[in-house]
C-alpha cells in the first residue's frame, strides 16, 4: 500500500492559490486524440514570457485515431514533434514518452521517459514555487508517477482538464473514463488538483470555420497546420462549431483570472463514473465558467505571424 504524504489544510488552500508569476510547467497530452490538443500546445509555446516550458510528455489513449493505448501515446508524441517543427521549436529534451498502457495495479506503476521527467522537475522545485503539471489527457502518467515517488506531492500543482462539472448527473468523460484507476487517485491522494470541468466549463470554448479562417489560417506554417486539422475534423461545416477543450487547461496557467474557481471538497469518483460527496476530504478547486473570447483572442494574438519564432 503506497502512503501519500498530506498536506495540511492551510499548506493545501495555499498552493491551490492561482499561480501570481512566471509558472515551471510540465505539459501532459494525449495529442493525436483530436485536434484540441494541438492549439493548447501551440498555445503554450507561444507563452514564454508566462510560462517556462520543461517538457511535453506524450499519454496515452484508445479511441478511432489508435490501435491501443501505446500506439496512441506514440502517435501523440509524433504529433508533439510535428507542432514543434512547425514553430522551430527544438525538440530534444523537451519531448518525452509516457505510459504504453493505462494503470491496472496501482503497486506496479509503469515507469517511463515521462515519469522520470515529472519527478526529476518535481523534486528541484521549491515548495513555495511548485511545478504546474498540466495534464490535457488521461492522466496516466501524472498518477504513475505519483505512486513512483509520493514526495512529488510536496512539490507539484496539478491543472487537469477531466471529468464533468460535479452538478452533473455523470462525469463519464473520455480523459477520465480511460484510466479510471488514474483517475479516481489523482481525486484520492491529496495531490493539489486544479480540475477544469469537461461539460459545464470547458464546453464554452467553442469556434467555427469562418473565424478560423480569419484569426488562424495564414499566420505562418502552424496557423495553416491548425487550419487544415480544424476544417478537417468535420465534413459538413454548415451551422458546425467545436470545442477547443484543451484551451481551459493552459489559458488557467497563462491567465487565472479567465478561468472562474472556487473550493471545495475533493469528490469521490464512483465505479458508475459519478461523483459522490464527502466533506471529511481535502480540497480542490474546480473551474466554474471560463471567458471564451479571452482566451481565444490571447492565442489569435499570439498566433499573428509578427509573434512567431
Request: proline letters at 5%; hydrophobic letters at 40%.
Amino acid at each position: 500500500m503506497v502512503k501519500f504524504p498530506q498536506l495540511t489544510t492551510s499548506e493545501l488552500i495555499k498552493r491551490l492559490d492561482p499561480p501570481t508569476r512566471k509558472v515551471r510547467l510540465v505539459l501532459d497530452t494525449d495529442t493525436y486524440n483530436e485536434i484540441d490538443d494541438q492549439f493548447a500546445v501551440v498555445h503554450a509555446l507561444l507563452s514564454p514570457d508566462i510560462l517556462s516550458l520543461e517538457s511535453i510528455h506524450a499519454a496515452p489513449f484508445f479511441n478511432s485515431r489508435s490501435k491501443s493505448p501505446a500506439d496512441g501515446m506514440e502517435k501523440s508524441y509524433q504529433e508533439i514533434l510535428r507542432l514543434l517543427t512547425q514553430l522551430q521549436v527544438e525538440s530534444n529534451g523537451l519531448v518525452y514518452r509516457g505510459s504504453t498502457a493505462y494503470i491496472n495495479n496501482i503497486d506496479n506503476p509503469e515507469k517511463s521517459e515521462a515519469t522520470d521527467k515529472l519527478i526529476k522537475e518535481a523534486m528541484i522545485s521549491d515548495e513555495d514555487d511548485p511545478l504546474y503539471v498540466v495534464a490535457i489527457g488521461a492522466i496516466t502518467n501524472v498518477a504513475a508517477a505519483i505512486l513512483l515517488e509520493p514526495a512529488i506531492i510536496e512539490k507539484i500543482v496539478v491543472v487537469w482538464l477531466g471529468g464533468h462539472a460535479h452538478y452533473w448527473p455523470n462525469t463519464s468523460e473520455f480523459n477520465l473514463r480511460q484510466d479510471i484507476n488514474a483517475s479516481k487517485l489523482i481525486f484520492d491522494c491529496g495531490v493539489p488538483l486544479i480540475q477544469i470541468p469537461c461539460a459545464g466549463v470547458a464546453d464554452r470554448l467553442t469556434t467555427t470555420v469562418p473565424e478560423v479562417e480569419r484569426y488562424i489560417q495564414g499566420q505562418g506554417e502552424i496557423g495553416n497546420y491548425l487550419a487544415e486539422i480544424f476544417k478537417n475534423y468535420h465534413k459538413d461545416h454548415f451551422g458546425w462549431s467545436k470545442v477547443i477543450w484543451d484551451l481551459s487547461a493552459t489559458a488557467y496557467v497563462i491567465n487565472p483570472n479567465w478561468i472562474s474557481t472556487y473550493l471545495t471538497h475533493s469528490p469521490i469518483l464512483t465505479d458508475q463514473f459519478t461523483w459522490s460527496v464527502d466533506t471529511s476530504r481535502h480540497m480542490i478547486r474546480v473551474a466554474r465558467s471560463v471567458s471564451r473570447d479571452r482566451v481565444f483572442s490571447d492565442l489569435f494574438t499570439k498566433l499573428k505571424l509578427d509573434r512567431l519564432p
